[in-house]
């Protein structure tokens, strides 16, 4: 293993390790205000480190193809969507599931950035297809998403971007689907007294 390699396995686990304790703490926070339970901070700020360590071990069993760190997405909205619908407003949960998605960002980001830092730091070019090409980024693409710059930006923005789409999306379509069958069933039950 030489010095970039190093480099970059050591500052991926430390980057990870800190961000995901660290942001931990503000989505626990954020959940101990939308449960109104405070007592429980040590078991909300466990499952979000879970929730980080879940998104991790995706992104390396995806092998930067995102499959599996965008279908956890689904997971998140119906994890967060179906238990707090009837705590908190919808508003709120959405705006919590948005910080979910982006938490889950955060291994492909780091990836990418770190991945950028260390290229640059070996001597390489961030623009160079050449280069990018040897070291495995295909030739196929066009010329600025062909590049490491291009492709590690390719990376996270759309990651970012499927993440949060799919994460609220699901999050928000659950909670209006309880709400209609909330719905139903009063005007069922108003109906069968008549």
């Known amino acids: 293993m030489d010095r970039g390699e190093f480099a970059l396995i050591f500052s991926l686990a430390a980057t990870n390790i800190v961000a995901g304790l660290g942001f931990a703490v503000a989505i626990t926070v954020k959940l101990i205000r939308l449960t109104n339970k405070s007592h429980r901070f040590l078991r909300y700020y466990?499952?979000?480190?879970?929730?980080?360590?879940?998104?991790?071990?995706a992104f390396m069993f995806g092998m930067?193809?995102?499959?599996?760190?965008?279908?956890?997405?689904?997971?998140?909205?119906?994890?967060?969507?179906?238990?707090?619908?009837?705590?908190?407003?919808?508003?709120?949960?959405?705006?919590?599931?948005?910080f979910v998605a982006l938490y889950g960002c955060v291994p492909t980001v780091s990836f990418a950035f770190l991945?950028?830092?260390?290229?640059?730091?070996?001597?390489?070019?961030?623009?160079?297809?050449?280069q990018a090409g040897q070291f495995g980024i295909p030739d196929f693409m066009p010329w600025p998403l062909n590049t490491m710059l291009g492709f590690c930006l390719a990376l996270a923005a759309g990651t970012i971007l499927l993440k949060i789409l799919i994460t609220t999306g699901t999050a928000k379509w659950l909670i209006r689907r309880a709400v209609r069958t909330a719905c139903v069933c009063t005007i069922e039950k108003e109906t069968a007294k008549l």
């Open 64 to 98: 930067c193809t995102q499959i599996f760190t965008v279908s956890l997405s689904f997971v998140w909205a119906a994890l967060f969507g179906l238990w707090l619908r009837r705590i908190a407003p919808a508003e709120k949960i959405i705006k919590t599931c948005l």
């Open 46 to 57: 466990l499952l979000v480190v879970g929730i980080y360590f879940i998104e991790c071990i």
């Open 115 to 130: 991945l950028l830092v260390i290229w640059v730091w070996q001597g390489n070019g961030l623009l160079n297809a050449e």
